[in-house]
T-cell receptor, first 109, second 113 residues
Framework: GENVEQHPSTLSVQEGDSAVIKCTYS??????FPWYKQELGKRPQLIID?????GEKKDQRIAVTLNKTAKHFSLHITETQPEDSAVYFCAASPNDMRFGAGTRLTVKP | DGGITQSPKYLFRKEGQNVTLSCEQN?????MYWYRQDPGQGLRLIYY???????QKGDIAEGYSVSREKKESFPLTVTSAQKNPTAFYLC????????????FGPGTRLTVT
């Protein structure tokens, strides 16, 4: 089955800096790569996703890149703000969803 | 935050007792999922169901059971065979099981002593 690895497990940045979280996957059949944000005490919510026929996708300060050959994808957050502080999960889906272990992002004001 | 609900929010049980966690959705989604969330381990898939009366084991199904008698409901039973049941349990649903956004419920925190 699919195996997703996520790095780093914790990330601390200054407000206004960029943050990058990286994930690798094992199943070449995976074709859907979502990113979820989970704030403390709340449920995970989708922030951006990308499909395998696209190399990059942007939504305001958030972008995701996908390298199918290398089987890795990354989340980029620019101009970070304190409200970006949360745990971020990547996932990959061939025919069901497998999540990475999560990255705890802290944005210091 | 409507659409998919879980109850109760907190649940306490004695060791050796079975306990059932509720998950209901009114999104008309075909697929539903159960995850277990432990600190530092992300979301691990317990069971998922693509359609009514059908479900498949995920990565950590041992000690758990599910049913899918109605499209809206996907209850999870944590049996006494589950060696370490204390955890945060999340239910999710999606329009279909392949390559679609999953919508999560608020979760149930189960404590077994």
């Amino acid at each position: 089955g699919e195996n997703v690895e996520q790095h780093p497990s914790t990330l601390s940045v200054q407000e206004g800096d960029s943050a990058v979280i990286k994930c690798t996957y094992s199943d070449s059949a995976s074709n859907y790569f979502p990113w979820y944000k989970q704030e403390l005490g709340k449920r995970p919510q989708l922030i951006i996703d990308i499909r395998s026929n696209v190399g990059e996708k942007k939504d305001q300060r958030i972008a995701v890149t996908l390298n199918k050959t290398a089987k890795h994808f990354s989340l980029h957050i620019t101009e970070t703000q304190p409200e970006d502080s949360a745990v971020y999960f990547c996932a990959a889906s061939p025919n069901d969803m497998r999540f990475g272990a999560g990255t705890r992002l802290t944005v210091k004001p | 935050d409507g659409g998919i609900t879980q109850s109760p929010k907190y649940l306490f049980r004695k060791e050796g007792q079975n306990v059932t966690l509720s998950c209901e959705q009114n999104l008309n989604h075909d697929a539903m999922y159960w995850y277990r969330q432990d600190p530092g381990q992300g979301l691990r898939l317990i069971y998922y169901s693509q359609i009514v009366n059908d479900f498949q084991k995920g990565d950590i199904a041992e000690g758990y059971s599910v049913s899918r008698e109605k499209k809206e409901s996907f209850p999870l039973t944590v049996t006494s065979a589950q060696k370490n049941p204390t955890a945060f349990y999340l239910c999710a649903s999606s329009i279909a099981s392949y390559s679609y956004e999953q919508y999560f419920g608020p979760g149930t925190r189960l404590t077994v002593t």
